[in-house]
């Protein structure tokens, strides 16, 4: 990663890819809330990124940003490093998997290209991460994910579970709890039209658990 491209522009790439992850473009509210940062700095910082030689986002106003294809470059290599960490960190040094999306975001900026690449051959070359997410590829392209939320499901549907959304601790110590996790497969027992509850026979527990929206759109899974 060029070394013009600092720890905070690639925050801002990282995000901006997230959110542009599932069409359309991010809006300067989106970034301001995942950054906690003002949107008249985020706007500031949007105009740098676009006028820099070569541009990493295009930026209209109140159109959005999305990345060029050096900026999804950029994005992709701090991704890559992030979700490798977070294996590495589960797998060889015995963090769960709620404790090690904080640590991630602090070392996913200083690691080299040489370390990266040594973690992914000690760890097998893995292609998701331990809350299921896909890991770019060494040549920094991004698998397709043909999942969909859990909250799209309806009763006698069944579905494997694919990837969890890692920013809430909280969250992914519950779903732990219940044995909602990567790799596991859910029946919907029945579907509440009230309120969007799910109720799941989880494989391996011995009770349903019933779940809301809150938690299921957090969850995807593959059908």
């Known amino acids: 990663m060029p070394d013009t491209i600092t720890q905070s522009i690639q925050d801002y790439l990282k995000h901006i890819y997230e959110l542009n992850e599932h069409g359309g473009s991010a809006s300067t509210n989106d970034i301001a809330i995942r950054l906690n940062i003002a949107p008249a700095s985020v706007t500031g910082m949007l105009q740098k990124l676009a006028s820099a030689t070569p541009p990493l986002v295009i930026y209209k106003k109140h159109q959005g940003v999305t990345l060029t294809k050096n900026g999804e470059k950029a994005a992709l290599e701090v991704i890559r490093h992030h979700r490798l960490l977070e294996t590495f960190l589960v797998t060889t040094l015995g963090y769960s998997w709620d404790e090690v999306h904080r640590e991630a975001d602090k070392l996913e900026h200083v690691i080299s290209e ?59 110590r519950h779903l732990r709890e219940i044995g909602v996790v990567p790799e596991v497969k859910i029946v919907v027992k029945s579907y509440s039209e009230f309120d969007g509850n799910l109720t799941l026979q989880v494989e391996g527990q011995k009770s349903n658990v019933v779940l809301g929206t809150a938690v299921t759109s957090q969850v995807f899974v593959d059908k």
């Open 114 to 172: 040489d370390f990266e690449a040594r973690m992914a051959e000690a760890l097998g070359h893995p292609t998701r991460d331990p809350h299921g997410e896909l890991i770019p590829t060494a040549d920094l392209v991004m698998p397709v994910d043909e999942s969909c939320p859990l909250a799209s499901l309806r009763t006698d549907e069944t579905a494997t579970v694919r990837r969890v959304s890692d920013d809430d601790p909280a969250l992914l």
